[in-house]
């Protein structure tokens, strides 16, 4: 036992002179929280508490997060962003990492930040079934001694974003993957959050407002303010935790200038207004005003194009405020004309790593079809991604011989060799934007297309090699109909998924997975796998060995659960039979009408009359029925 | 519903049935007309000294003396030609308030009841459709004794007239040449507004009239030559053709109705009409118990297949209530005919006879014998001198 605990510990204190950051987070439930006060709800906190704390760390240290799942489902916890370099067992993710965390117990996520090089704006959220849409997400930022624009700002905050439900996600799933939801409409949120921190604690809400008690320490949308000094420049991390939903972010009378894009520091970017998908992250630098004679909006509207429809009750606009002084008058300017997107691919990173010419390219086509099932789901390359029965890593550890072949891991997944400089050409046959996201690697965004198939130069550029310093980062959103070559060094050994980060879209099947050098994950995991990963996946039922379907065979993929299928029209076996079946009995039935007038005799005139004078004697016995009508028959 | 935007199928086949049914009965009462003046006394006796003095005393401006001023044969044809005309005035009045009850009827459809149609426009068109399938099959069946309608109506009419002998009889006597041919025609014209209005829900407005003017003619011309021309088995003929073309009709109209009621279903599951999401790809249609879905040939959108609706229930999305409710309408048509064919006595079902088949086996061998006796009893003179002298 107490080796369990302390393996982590002497893991991360190798580099002598660094700090270990030592979380313990209880998952839990909470109730009744009511952050946009429109309706009381239960969501996933931390401690009883939520929102979760922001994790702040110093590139000096290592992260090592407890979580102990104290609720009544699967938890994992996802960093996302991180590499976690040959360690991808500790990625988060159910499914390819690992078999998610079962009720009552514990996973020790060591987080190696000094040893990975990283720096910037992160977040950390559940990664199983969905929860993180319940609320188990909060900021994760790395901070370095030696900030590249340390010497530009005097204080820092974090705004976090985020799309807002009042159902719990499991109904809401349930409702979008459904056979009276043949075409797909996402669940449409119900508003919108925005809520700031700073080292490591949110910001309360204004003096004077009466927010709902459960999350009454945290100033939410209009509640929410920054205290501004004037003459100061600030830093401000902009994160979208949101499920579904990307904002358009600007501040009514301050200017930003982007300095960092989902950690990687870039070049000064002045902007007007930024666009940031669901998992996306920004740091831009505002200078206050010199004057404190008003305060001024802070805008995150929410993207509703990609809504089903827009419901007249919900309010998609969030706004937010800038204090100067508390007794100033808050400037709302008239809204904008029209909404700009963020061109990343003209971002500049600060470190320079030139484009290195591909040795694999890889084409994925997305689209969503209606299945054979009658509900909607994402495929790609005509394949619907579904959890396998192992978690591709313990495939990739227990396989031996056979971690090499890509089938094993099934139709979803590639085998990638180490060092392989791998092209990923995503094409969007969908009309909604979509931001992908790789985990355990960033990406260089080497090429952007408006419409993938198109022949014109101006909508379907061709790609340029031996670019100096194209734009790295981890979430790449793909606008409708068009394409982005997305570019990594396959340097990291592991299981890594690529996935849609809108929630609906993970969940209806939009994933791939990479393995990267599974004999190397062999080799090197020996002695740091922890063995609590297998444990846990015994508690609830899963194998830990074999390929994707659980056998000891690189082909045998028997039980493996595939599917929904694409939908075959046209005159199948069963309809001819149905249409046979209809013409024959209309056959029959007109050669019956024949076989009964004109066959067998008529009757003849004198047969007639009897019958019809019988009836009418018969008639007569029986009496006046309508009397009204018979007048004496 | 379907995409004809001038002429609807259904709406021309019932209204020229219809019409024929009235034409037919019209024509028939004609005829009789005919063989009243002229004198079939055998069939009616008191019909034809009921209508002589009537002639005589009522028709003062006609001032027709039997005798010597006027022929015979001029009487008798003004006669015919008056009550000829109280055939037709009867018929005409008939179809008046068919017609005004029906655009009324039309009219309040149209304008209230579209509101109500167009929340829930599958489960209406269902259920008129579903009472439309039902009447024409009775109508369907019901048409192959059309043939046997002269001698029937010609009973009822010598019955009519027989028992008016007694009180009021001068009143209803004289009037019952109108009336009947009015009752007639009024519930033949109210059958057809009725199915006219079921079919017709769902139908732009603009293919209606066209197609009820159409049928009508085509009704009338129909009738007026089987008046004129039909032997028993023309007519038999033609029967067979309407009746198979009706019972399609209805045998569509039967699975479109069931397939209706499924749409409706699907449409309240999805809180949305399902063709307004447009399309006819995956997702635009029920996969659970779809028999089959054709990606193109939509009777909703495309006029040819329209036709095919129309006429044979054609969908290019298939249930099993559609496909299974089609062919139970014909299996019923089946079973009903066999039966009516049984209970008349014209076939045996599995070695049973009805009570009028052996009615009828024991008439027809009684006529044998008779027959048999007659040819006996006509050569007998020369058999008996051929016996064997002593």
């Not at chain 1, 302390?6 to 929280?33: F, H, I, K, M, R």
């Amino acid at each position: 036992m107490w080796c369990r605990q302390l393996l982590p510990l002497l893991a991360l204190l190798s580099p002598a002179l660094a700090g270990v950051q030592e979380l313990w987070w209880n998952v839990t439930y909470v109730q009744n929280a009511n952050p946009d006060g429109l309706f009381e709800r239960r969501v996933i906190g931390v401690n009883g508490t939520w929102p979760p704390p922001p994790i702040e760390v110093s590139t000096n240290d290592s992260l090592l997060v407890h979580v102990t799942n104290n609720i009544d489902q699967l938890a994992t916890l996802h960093h996302h962003g991180m590499y976690f370099n040959s360690t991808s067992w500790m990625d988060g993710a159910m499914g390819v990492s690992q078999c998610g965390i079962p009720p009552g117990q514990t996973f020790d996520y060591v987080v190696p930040i000094n040893t990975s090089g990283q720096v910037g704006t992160y977040w950390a959220h559940g990664h199983s079934n969905g929860i993180y849409v319940d609320g188990l997400r909060a900021p994760l930022l790395l901070h370095s001694p030696n900030e590249t624009y340390g010497a530009d700002y005097d204080a820092e905050f974090t705004i976090s974003m985020s799309d807002w439900y009042h159902q719990e996600q499991p109904a809401l799933s349930k409702a979008f993957i459904n056979i009276a939801n043949p075409g797909g409409a996402e669940p449409i949120p119900n508003s919108a959050l925005v809520y700031f921190s700073q080292n490591g604690s949110y910001l309360p809400p204004i003096p004077g407002s009466s927010p709902s008690p459960v999350t009454s320490a945290v100033g939410f949308n209009e509640n929410a303010t920054l205290p501004f000094e004037p003459g100061k420049t600030y830093r401000l991390r902009i994160i979208n935790l949101g499920a579904f939903a990307g904002f358009y972010f600007w501040i009514d009378g301050h200017d930003m200038r982007i300095i960092e894009a989902d950690g990687t520091d870039i070049q000064e970017q002045p902007v007007d207004m930024l666009s940031v998908s669901v998992a996306q992250r920004y740091s831009v630098l505002v200078t206050a005003r010199n004057d404190t004679s008003s305060n001024w909006a802070i805008h995150a509207n929410m993207d509703t194009t990609m809504f089903d429809k827009v419901p007249s009750n919900i309010n998609p606009n969030v706004t937010s405020s800038i204090t100067y002084s508390t007794s100033s008058n808050l400037t709302i300017l008239s809204p904008v004309s029209s909404y700009t997107t963020t061109n990343d691919s003209a971002l500049v990173p600060i470190d320079i790593e030139p484009a290195i010419p591909p040795t694999n390219t890889i084409q994925l086509a997305f689209n969503f079809q209606t299945m054979n099932d009658g509900t909607n789901h994402a495929y790609i390359n005509d394949v619907v991604y579904n959890p396998p029965v192992v978690p591709a890593i313990m495939s990739a550890l227990s396989l031996g011989e056979n971690a090499t072949s890509q089938v094993a891991y099934g139709p979803y997944s590639f085998v990638i060799n180490y060092g392989d400089v791998i092209d990923l050409v995503v094409q969007n046959g969908d009309t909604g934007k979509h931001p992908f996201h790789l985990h355990g690697y960033k990406m260089q965004i080497m090429n952007r297309a408006t419409q993938y198939n198109s022949s014109d130069p101006s909508l379907n550029p061709p790609l340029i090699e031996g670019q100096a310093n194209p734009m790295r980062r981890d979430t790449v959103a793909i606008t409708g109909g068009g394409s982005v070559t997305l570019r990594f060094v396959a340097n990291n050994p592991g299981a890594w998924i690529f996935h849609c980060h809108v929630e609906w879209h993970l969940e209806s099947g939009l994933a791939v997975q990479f393995i990267t050098a599974p004999l190397l994950i062999q080799e090197q995991a020996q002695g740091r796998v922890p063995a609590f990963m297998f444990e846990q996946c015994s508690a609830i039922g899963v194998p830990t060995s074999g390929n994707a379907a659980g056998h000891a065979s690189a082909t045998d993929l028997s039980g493996l659960p595939l599917g929904p299928w694409f939908q075959e029209l046209g005159w199948l076996a069963k309809g001819i039979w149905a249409m046979a079946g209809c013409v024959l009995t209309t056959v029959i039935g007109i050669l019956t009408v024949v076989w009964y007038s004109a066959m067998g005799g008529t009757i003849s005139e004198e047969e007639i009359e009897e019958q019809v004078l019988q009836r009418i004697e018969a008639k007569k016995r029986k009496g006046k029925f309508f009397g009204l009508l018979k007048k004496k028959t | 519903m379907t995409a004809q935007n001038l002429f609807s199928v259904s709406i021309f086949f019932i209204v020229f049935r219809e019409t024929l049914e009235a034409v037919v009965i019209v024509s028939v009462l004609l005829g009789l007309v005919e063989q009243i003046v002229h004198g079939d006394i055998d069939h009616f006796p008191t019909l034809t000294e009921h209508y002589r003095p009537v002639s005589a005393h009522h028709n003062d401006s006609e001032t027709t003396t039997p005798g010597e001023g006027e022929s015979d044969a001029t009487l008798k044809r003004r006669l015919i030609r008056k009550l000829r005309m109280q055939v037709f005035a009867g018929a005409g009045v008939g179809l008046f308030v068919s017609f005004a009850l029906g655009a009324a009827f039309i009219a309040v459809w149209f304008t209230k009841a579209s509101n109500l149609w167009s929340k829930a426009e599958n489960l209406w068109e269902g259920i008129f459709e579903l009472i439309a399938s039902l009447m024409i099959f009775v109508m369907g069946v019901t048409m192959l004794k059309l043939d046997r309608a002269k001698a029937k109506w010609r009973v009822k009419l010598q019955h009519a007239f027989s028992d008016h002998r007694v009180d009021r009889r001068t009143r209803t006597g004289k009037w019952v040449l109108f009336i009947l041919p009015m009752i007639t025609v009024l519930r033949e014209g109210i059958e057809a507004v009725v199915f006219v209005g079921g079919v017709a829900l769902g139908q732009p407005a603009k293919s209606i009239p066209i197609a009820a003017i159409v049928g009508l003619i085509c009704g009338l011309v129909c009738g007026f030559f089987i008046y004129q021309f039909a032997s028993r088995s023309t007519l038999t003929i033609f029967l067979i053709v309407m009746t198979n073309l009706i019972l399609l009709i209805g045998a569509g109209l039967f699975s479109k109705a069931i397939w209706s009621f499924q749409e409706n279903a699907f449409n309240n599951l999805l809180g949305v009409d399902v063709d307004d999401a447009g399309g006819d790809g995956p997702g635009s249609y029920d996969v659970r118990g779809n028999v089959w879905h054709l990606d193109c040939c939509n009777p909703e959108t495309d006029m040819p297949w329209g036709i095919f609706n129309a006429v044979l229930g054609w969908t290019n999305s298939a249930t099993q209530g559609s496909v299974l409710s089609y062919v139970f309408y014909w299996v019923m048509v089946i079973v009903v005919l066999v039966y009516m064919k049984f209970k008349e006595g014209r076939t045996k079902l599995f070695g049973w006879e009805s009570a009028a088949g052996t009615r009828r086996r024991l008439a027809g061998e009684k006529q044998a014998e008779e027959a048999v006796d007659e040819r006996v009893s006509h050569s007998s003179p020369m058999s008996s001198t051929q016996s064997p002298p002593q």
